[in-house]
């Protein structure tokens, strides 16, 4: 199903995970231990819990330990999990939650960029901030992900080709949105043990195509089994017809899928027959009818699409049966 890049890391999909919760408010690990073999049922080659889309920030560090470990244990060592270990605060106090989440049994702790250095500081307080965590925290693997929350700060090519080359940076969830600049960052990280994953599903065949090692984006909590299927065979000459398809309506469903994320994600599994609520505690825009409708023709879009491409449905298959 995956294969080994020169990371520590497969490539593939690496989902950003979502956080079930019960109607009463409460963190459903139940079915978070449902939801993680969905991912793996769908091809997933490795899981990225407690992130954004987990709503990380609305949980308490307590359940972020739990949810993760939930995960990790679930997953059974089948493949790889990452999660979030930096949640502001002094380097010092970021190092040590590294410690307290890598603890839980992940392969790698990611490192919110935007938390390192506040929005008005240069690259080199950034930079002299990331060594220092690094120096913190000993032999711990560790990633970036350039979270738009509380801001989106961008690494610099160059800084992050630095950092990558102290041995300790196996994984970067790239939101920069220019292919130019995720090739070039590519490029400068090559023959290092590290894989750079996109999030913008945009340049998800350039992204593949320039050497990434694989997608961590949220379309993933819809529609997984066909990012599973674009990394699959983004470079196949015999499909490139529907290859090209498929890109083709990344790009033309990006905005609905944004909507009201990620309780339109809940809404989506939850109409394929996915037991979750949908139920957020992060504050979104309201899930109206009219989003409703558009997401139900969105479901209908992928349903089809997925069919003329002889992909499985994985809810409509043995999962869906051990669900029930």
């Given at each position: 199903m995956t294969t080994k890049p020169s990371s520590s890391l497969p490539k593939g999909f690496i989902p950003v995970m979502l956080t079930p919760f019960?109607?009463?408010g409460k963190v459903d690990f139940?079915?978070?231990?449902?939801?993680t073999d969905m991912y793996l049922e769908a091809g997933a080659a490795g899981l990225f819990a407690n992130c954004l889309s987990s709503e990380m920030f609305e949980l308490s560090e307590t359940e972020r330990l739990e949810v993760t470990s939930t995960v990790v244990q679930q997953v059974g060592g089948r493949v790889p999990v990452v999660a979030t270990g930096t949640f502001g605060g002094p380097v010092e106090e970021q190092a040590a939650y590294v410690k307290r989440i890598y603890a839980t049994g992940v392969d790698a702790v990611i490192v919110i960029t935007g938390l390192l250095a506040d929005e008005n500081e240069p690259d080199?307080?950034?930079?002299?901030?990331?060594?220092?965590?690094?120096?913190l925290t000993e032999n711990v693997p560790l990633g970036f992900y350039e979270c738009p929350v509380p801001y989106k700060r961008l690494i610099d090519s160059d800084l992050l080709a630095?950092?990558?080359q102290t041995g300790r940076v196996v994984y970067h969830k790239d939101t920069c949105l220019d292919i130019q600049e995720v090739t070039k960052r590519i490029d400068v990280t090559s023959g290092n043990e590290f894989?750079?994953?996109d999030a913008y599903m945009v340049n998800a065949v350039a992204s593949l195509n320039a050497g990434a090692a694989g997608l961590s984006c949220i379309q993933g909590n819809i529609y997984p089994e066909l990012v599973v299927w674009i990394c699959e065979n983004y470079n196949n000459p015999e499909r490139k017809a529907d290859v090209d398809r498929v890109q083709a309506f990344f790009v033309d469903s990006m905005e609905i899928v944004h909507t009201a994320y990620p309780t339109i994600a809940k809404y989506c599994l939850q109409k394929r027959g996915f037991p979750i609520?949908?139920?957020t505690r992060r504050e979104v825009d309201a899930l109206t009818q009219n989003i409703k409708e558009r997401a139900d023709q969105l479901l209908?879009?992928?349903e089809n699409?997925?069919?003329e491409l002889g992909i499985r449905d994985i809810l409509k298959g043995s999962l869906l049966t051990q669900l029930k």
């Open positions: 019960l109607e009463s139940e079915g978070l231990k449902v939801l080199t307080v950034f930079a002299s901030q990331a060594k220092k965590l690094i120096a630095e950092l990558v894989g750079l994953y609520s949908t139920y209908e879009d992928v699409l997925q069919s």
